[in-house]
């Protein structure tokens, strides 16, 4: 089947404009991931949807970051009031669960931030 | 200390030999360990994942675990020019949904 599809691939906007990344997961993956690479960096946890239970908002870097899952699937990554520090690619995981078993994680292409 | 180290590199094998990739991790509750390739401009591949203490191979790649000593390694044989790339351990305490990665092991492979 498809695997986990991101948009846009690219995004370049102005210091000040909010932006929404969009994550579509792979069909059937109860659990979505959003993540956050800066060039030469690791991955940086931003924030976990697992089924219908509250997510996880933990690793969100501010209060202008949010995200939201509509209907267990697709999901959004809003950055409000964007600032240069959000240039990044920006990159979305599912997995089939969290349990012992089936919680390898498979990325999507990633949506590469530029903030001018 | 970070929750998942890696030695960050560079690791520079030739073609042919095996490359031996660690990982330590903190947090003795963690249950999951997987070993993620990822190429320069492209996001994160799953190449191995492992479970239990011990040794597991899958062709070229054997992921080798000790929780006593909390350390996560992979080896690649034979090693080729396309096996270059970073190499992220990534650790999940299961049911916790959070994983957390390390910052990678960049790994050349030369002819």
């Known amino acids: 089947g498809a695997g986990v599809s991101q948009s846009p691939s690219n995004k370049v906007t102005e210091k000040g404009k909010d932006v929404e990344l969009r994550c579509d997961p792979i069909?059937?993956?109860?659990?979505l991931y959003w993540y956050r690479q800066s060039l030469g960096q690791g991955l940086e946890f931003l924030i976990y949807?697992?089924?219908?239970?509250?997510?996880?908002k933990s690793g969100l870097p501010s209060d202008r970051f949010s995200a939201e899952r509509t209907g267990g699937s697709v999901s959004t990554l809003t950055i409000q009031r964007t600032q240069q520090e959000d240039s990044a690619v920006y990159l979305c995981?599912?997995?089939f669960g969290t349990g012992f078993l089936g919680n390898e994680q498979f990325f999507g292409p990633g949506t590469r931030l530029t903030v001018l | 200390q970070k929750e998942v180290e890696q030695n960050s590199g560079p690791l520079s094998v030739p073609e042919g030999a095996i490359a031996s990739l660690n990982c330590t991790y903190s947090?003795?509750?963690?249950?999951?360990f997987f070993w993620y390739r990822q190429y320069s401009g492209k996001s994160p591949e799953l190449i191995m994942f492992?479970?239990?203490?011990g040794d597991k191979e899958d062709g070229r790649f054997t992921a080798q675990l000790n929780k006593a000593s909390q350390y996560v390694s992979l080896l690649i044989r034979d090693s080729q020019p396309s096996d270059s790339a970073t190499y992220l351990c990534?650790?999940?305490?299961?049911?916790?949904?959070?994983?957390?990665f390390g910052d990678g092991t960049t790994l050349t492979v030369k002819p």
């Open positions: 990534a650790v999940i305490r299961t049911n916790a949904g959070k994983s957390t």
């Open positions: 492992i479970y239990s203490n």
């Open positions: 069909s059937g993956h109860t659990a």
């Open positions: 995981a599912s997995s």
């Open positions: 947090d003795r509750g963690s249950q999951s």
């Open positions: 949807f697992q089924g219908n239970s509250a997510p996880d």
